[in-house]
Each structure stands twice: as structure tokens, then as C-alpha cells.
């Protein structure tokens, strides 16, 4: 990653009372002022406050570089053919990072900052800037494919609901769910025909209900507190429309395209399948960018990558799933 040059040796000029000159290490500033710094700071420039010192690095543990400019575009994350990640911020520039925990791994959801990571068997919340890990329990697959997952809220929240879809069969989905604290997945099935649902490209929590959509018009949504399920067709807007049919969220099917990522990653001969991510909007409907799969020419190599939001997290060392130990 690009490394940001700050010396310690760096001093402030203040006048005492009797108007003597006297000079103060930036590096012994006061916690509070520190704190209140970092929490100014977008993700890289926290991440260079951080490695000033102990004392900075004390001062930011509750900072988390979600700033105003780092709401609006996500970042965007390539990982998984090794511990060398690509990453590009939502200016452009590019970033080098080693992140073991992705090497050989699938990300299945990305939200608020935290990734939804299966690996090896494993299916774990990870963020890839703090490195920050909190494990669920055994899935009951040891082997995902077209597999779709959606968090309610962050792994940390005391009310995070897990949900991973796929088409068990052409006539039933099948939906694997974890409340926080709980030790094992319920499975829930549902009678769907791939003419109602087609692929899935991506799923939102929304209103209490996850909301699973395909590359067409197709969406089914599934209640977590009443665990029923509903089947729709998206239509295009109309002037009469019913208000209570709306749907909560906005929705980018090519947005990989629309960024022109392919030009922007030099990508030639390879395809690459890509998770999406919510967006939060301020002033209007958030949008949930799907998960894609392109190929730029012929396919000699597969690549992976994640859209998030540049966040940083500090968990504590007992942190876990567990809620006795929250």
C-alpha cells in the first residue's frame, strides 16, 4: 500500500504564560485532540496516523475512516489467486496489500465494510484493512457454488441475521440462516421455478425482509421474523404505482461495466466474477450493486473482486459470534 510519510519529529510552537517560547512534540499531543483527528481521517491517511506511534495508535482505536467523501463510491477489491490484493480507491488510485486470510477464499457479501468470506470450509466476517476476524459457526457445506449471502447488520450487532441462498434444485431454493449467538444454521426451502427466479445476482436486507434478486426481473423475499417467502416481478415505474409496492432500495445490474473497470484494471484475456455491495444514499433510496461475471477475450485466466466501503475496525480479542462474550 502507498505509504504516508508523517515524522515524529515534527514540533508546535506555543507561548506559556509569561510569554516564553516552547516547543511540543506532535507525538505528545493529548489523547482527546488525537481522537478527535482521526476521526477527520479517511481510511488511508487513518491507516498512516495509526503507525506514527503507540500513543496515536491508542488515540484512533475507535476511528473508522467513514467519512462523508468515503460514503459516496465504493472501493473496489481484487483477492483469491493469493495473499496479494489489488485495491482501488474511488479516485483511481492503486494500492498494493498482502492479506493472507484471502488468499484461495470467495467473498459472498460486502456491507458497511465488513466482507462475508467462505474459505476453506470456513465462513467468516473479515475486514481487510483492520484484519479484524469473527468466525461463524461450521457451515453445513464444505463446497459453495453460485452460492448468495446477505447480513442484516454488522457482525458486531447484537440483532446480525445471516442468510446464504442457492438453488438447491430447478424447482427449490434453499436458505441456510444464522441469528448472532446461535450455535447452528436453520434451513429453510421454498418452491421456486427458474422461470420466477432466474441465476441469482445479488441479495439486500431491507425493511426485515431479505430481498434476492436475478439478472432479469426476478425477486423473492424472505421475512426473517415471520420466515415466509414471497415471490415478485420487478416492473418498470409507473405514475399509478401503488407506494406499498415499491421497492425500499435501488438496484445497479453493469455497474463493473458503467465504471469501466475493464479499463481501469487493464484486464485482457481473463474473466471476472465480482460481490456487491449497498451504497448508502443520504438524500435518497441506497443502491445495491449485484454481482457480476464478465470476459474480456479469451479466457485464459479467473480473477476475483468485491466492491466495499473503506472502513477500519478494531474488534476486541474475545470478540466472537457468541453473544455471552459480546
Given at each position: 500500500?502507498?505509504q504516508?510519510?508523517?515524522?515524529?519529529?515534527?514540533?508546535?510552537?506555543?507561548?506559556?504564560?509569561?510569554?516564553?517560547?516552547?516547543?511540543r512534540?506532535?507525538?505528545?499531543?493529548?489523547?482527546?485532540l488525537?481522537?478527535r483527528?482521526a476521526?477527520?481521517?479517511?481510511?488511508?491517511?487513518?491507516?498512516a496516523?495509526r503507525?506514527?506511534?503507540?500513543?496515536?495508535?491508542?488515540?484512533?482505536?475507535?476511528?473508522s475512516g467513514?467519512t462523508?467523501?468515503?460514503?459516496?463510491?465504493?472501493?473496489?477489491?481484487i483477492?483469491?489467486e493469493?495473499s496479494?490484493?489489488?485495491l482501488?480507491?474511488?479516485?483511481g488510485?492503486?494500492?498494493?496489500?498482502?492479506?493472507p486470510e484471502?488468499?484461495g477464499?470467495?467473498?459472498?457479501a460486502s456491507?458497511?465494510?465488513?466482507?462475508?468470506?467462505?474459505?476453506?470450509?470456513s465462513m467468516?466476517?473479515?475486514?481487510p484493512f483492520?484484519?479484524?476476524?469473527i468466525?461463524?459457526p461450521m457451515?453445513?457445506?464444505?463446497e459453495?457454488?453460485?452460492?448468495?449471502?446477505?447480513f442484516?447488520?454488522?457482525?458486531?450487532s447484537?440483532?446480525?441475521i445471516?442468510?446464504v441462498?442457492?438453488?438447491?434444485?430447478?424447482?427449490?431454493l434453499?436458505?441456510?440462516?444464522?441469528?448472532?449467538?446461535?450455535?447452528?444454521?436453520?434451513k429453510?426451502t421454498?418452491?421456486?421455478l427458474?422461470?420466477?427466479?432466474d441465476?441469482?445476482?445479488?441479495?439486500?436486507?431491507?425493511a426485515?425482509?431479505f430481498?434476492?434478486?436475478?439478472?432479469?426481473?426476478g425477486?423473492?423475499?424472505?421475512?426473517?421474523?415471520?420466515?415466509?417467502?414471497?415471490?415478485?416481478?420487478i416492473?418498470?415505474?409507473?405514475?399509478?404505482?401503488?407506494p406499498s409496492?415499491?421497492?425500499?432500495?435501488?438496484y445497479?445490474?453493469?455497474?463493473?461495466?458503467t465504471e469501466?473497470?475493464e479499463?481501469?484494471?487493464?484486464?485482457?484475456?481473463?474473466?471476472i466474477?465480482?460481490c456487491?455491495?449497498?451504497?448508502e444514499?443520504?438524500?435518497?433510496?441506497?443502491?445495491?450493486?449485484?454481482?457480476?461475471?464478465?470476459?474480456?477475450?479469451?479466457?485464459?485466466?479467473?480473477i476475483?473482486g468485491v466492491?466495499?466501503?473503506?472502513r477500519?475496525?478494531?474488534?476486541?480479542s474475545n470478540?466472537?459470534?457468541s453473544l455471552?462474550e459480546?
Amino acid at each position: 500500500m502507498q505509504q504516508h510519510n508523517m515524522s515524529t519529529e515534527a514540533s508546535l510552537r506555543t507561548i506559556d504564560c509569561k510569554g516564553k517560547s516552547m516547543r511540543r512534540q506532535w507525538s505528545d499531543l493529548p489523547s482527546e485532540l488525537l481522537s478527535r483527528i482521526a476521526d477527520t481521517l479517511g481510511l488511508i491517511e487513518l491507516l498512516a496516523f495509526r503507525g506514527v506511534s503507540k500513543d496515536w495508535n491508542s488515540a484512533s482505536l475507535t476511528a473508522s475512516g467513514n467519512t462523508e467523501s468515503s460514503r459516496r463510491e465504493p472501493w473496489f477489491l481484487i483477492y483469491g489467486e493469493n495473499s496479494q490484493c489489488v485495491l482501488f480507491s474511488n479516485l483511481g488510485t492503486k494500492y498494493t496489500i498482502n492479506i493472507p486470510e484471502m488468499e484461495g477464499a470467495t467473498c459472498l457479501a460486502s456491507n458497511q465494510g465488513w466482507l462475508l468470506v467462505f474459505n476453506k470450509g470456513s465462513m467468516f466476517f473479515f475486514c481487510p484493512f483492520s484484519r479484524a476476524k469473527i468466525d461463524l459457526p461450521m457451515f453445513p457445506y464444505a463446497e459453495l457454488c453460485n452460492h448468495v449471502a446477505v447480513f442484516s447488520s454488522p457482525p458486531t450487532s447484537q440483532d446480525c441475521i445471516v442468510t446464504v441462498i442457492s438453488r438447491s434444485n430447478e424447482l427449490f431454493l434453499e436458505l441456510n440462516m444464522i441469528h448472532r449467538g446461535d450455535n447452528a444454521w436453520t434451513k429453510h426451502t421454498f418452491q421456486c421455478l427458474k422461470n420466477d427466479l432466474d441465476a441469482i445476482r445479488g441479495g439486500v436486507y431491507c425493511a426485515g425482509e431479505f430481498n434476492f434478486l436475478d439478472c432479469k426481473s426476478g425477486l423473492v423475499t424472505f421475512s426473517a421474523k415471520g420466515q415466509n417467502w414471497t415471490k415478485y416481478y420487478i416492473v418498470t415505474p409507473s405514475t399509478a404505482r401503488d407506494p406499498s409496492e415499491e421497492l425500499g432500495f435501488r438496484y445497479h445490474k453493469r455497474y463493473f461495466e458503467t465504471e469501466d473497470m475493464e479499463r481501469k484494471l487493464k484486464l485482457e484475456n481473463c474473466s471476472i466474477s465480482t460481490c456487491g455491495t449497498l451504497i448508502e444514499k443520504a438524500n435518497s433510496l441506497d443502491m445495491f450493486i449485484l454481482n457480476e461475471s464478465s470476459c474480456f477475450g479469451s479466457e485464459n485466466c479467473s480473477i476475483k473482486g468485491v466492491w466495499l466501503q473503506p472502513r477500519f475496525f478494531q474488534i476486541s480479542s474475545n470478540q466472537s459470534w457468541s453473544l455471552e462474550e459480546a
